[in-house]
């Protein structure tokens, strides 16, 4: 003893040198990283169990020069840089696939600031992060673009070309506004964005699921049915558009004007209703006209005269089929 310090002796030295390292050995982790691509083990780090895996990836990061991006795997699924040894249940040693991978930064395209970063892997498509900013935008007005260049959303970085840092662009695209009506029930039902050029069907449908209507349907748009195949460009649509959602039991006819050879409007009547509802119809919009005269009118179809008793079921009729008013004038608007 020399005043306070003890000296230690070269036997007490190691052996508490060993005790310490034991201790270490038994609150950590011995990683080894595998290459996906040679599928060789290119680097080993032990790391304990209350670190985060960020230093693994800022070693082995160093060790390949700072210059690559990659993504740690275990076991299939993503090392985050926040997680450690003992969030991931690792055992006391453990292999992590390296994958290859492209740091993305997403730049907003009016605020032009970066609002988005992350790693990706090189051979994921950008489906994924597109529906991610979708999320956080809250819109779907907008396309990826790099180097000028539409990015499509099957693309991966590794189809594009990309390596290691690129920067994307939030690119606005045209849309339209729609409102889904419910042809049994007043009121308006979900209100949505959809890109002019995006066929519709797929979305219908599935705004049609959150409505919970019940039995078949189809969707029109200004009396006409919408195809699988139609756009809002396809229809020419205004950047405000309403479609109506008609029950399968409906169908669609025209009301023919035979002074103008033109359609006067069109109207979905239930299969299975009578013709009396079209007649009132008819009067209501005659007695609109102040001053017209108040003379009989009837309604034909394929020459034949429509009685108030009949269907469009019991005439045969379809979509598209055209109604002749006698006296067109007595209900023009």
Same mark, same amino acid.
């Given at each position: 003893?020399?005043?306070? !310090? ?29 290459? *996906?691509? %040679? ?16 230093? *693994? ?11 690559d991006s990659f993504i740690l795997k275990l076991d299939g699924r993503r090392v985050a840089k926040g997680h450690t040894p003992d969030s !991931? ?9 390296? *994958? ?14 970066? #609002? ?6 090189? +051979?994921?498509t950008f489906h994924l992060k597109h529906n991610m900013c979708v999320k956080m935008c809250g819109t779907t007005a907008f396309d990826f673009? $790099?180097?000028?260049?539409? *990015? ?14 690129? #920067? ?14 419910? +042809? ?16 519709? %069907?797929?979305?219908? =449908?599935?705004? =049609? ?11 029109? =748009? ?12 396809? !229809? ?5 558009? #309403? ?21 006067? $409007?069109?109207?979905?009547? +239930? ?5 009396? !509802? ?14 017209? %005269? ?31 008013v006698s006296s067109i004038r007595l209900i023009q608007s």
């Amino acid at each position: 003893m020399v005043g306070n !310090l003890s000296v230690m002796s070269g036997g007490g030295f190691a052996k508490a040198l060993s005790s310490v390292k034991g201790l270490f050995v038994k609150n950590s982790v011995l990683v080894h990283i595998r290459d *996906v691509q %040679s599928g060789d083990i290119e680097f080993t780090f032990r790391l304990r169990r209350s670190h985060k895996m960020q230093r *693994v990836y800022d070693a082995f990061r160093g060790r390949r020069g700072g210059e690559d991006s990659f993504i740690l795997k275990l076991d299939g699924r993503r090392v985050a840089k926040g997680h450690t040894p003992d969030s !991931l249940g690792m055992s006391d040693s453990v292999v992590l696939s390296c *994958v290859p991978a492209v740091k993305v930064e997403i730049r907003n395209f009016r605020t032009q600031k970066i #609002e988005l970063s992350f790693d990706m892997e090189s +051979n994921n498509t950008f489906h994924l992060k597109h529906n991610m900013c979708v999320k956080m935008c809250g819109t779907t007005a907008f396309d990826f673009s $790099w180097r000028g260049r539409k *990015v499509k959303l099957r693309d991966s970085p590794s189809s594009l070309g990309m390596k290691n840092h690129v #920067e994307l662009t939030t690119a606005p695209v045209p849309v339209v506004r729609i409102i889904i009506k419910d +042809n049994e029930r007043p009121g308006n039902g979900p209100k949505f964005l959809v890109r002019r050029c995006q066929k519709l %069907s797929k979305i219908l =449908y599935q705004k =049609y699921n959150e409505m919970k209507k019940d039995g078949s349907f189809f969707f029109t =748009y200004d009396g006409h049915k919408i195809s699988l195949d139609e756009t809002p460009d396809s !229809l020419v649509m205004n950047d405000r558009a #309403e479609i109506i959602c008609v029950p399968s039991s409906h169908v669609i006819i025209d009301i023919f004007n035979v002074e103008t050879q033109k359609v006067q $409007w069109v109207n979905t009547i +239930n299969s299975s209703s009578q013709f009396q !509802l079209l007649y009132k119809y008819c009067e209501d919009k005659r007695s609109q006209h102040k001053g017209k %005269s108040r003379s009989c009118f009837y309604l034909e179809f394929n020459g034949s005269r429509i009685n108030h008793d009949d269907t469009p079921h019991s005439l045969g009729m379809g979509d598209g089929d055209r109604i002749v008013v006698s006296s067109i004038r007595l209900i023009q608007s």
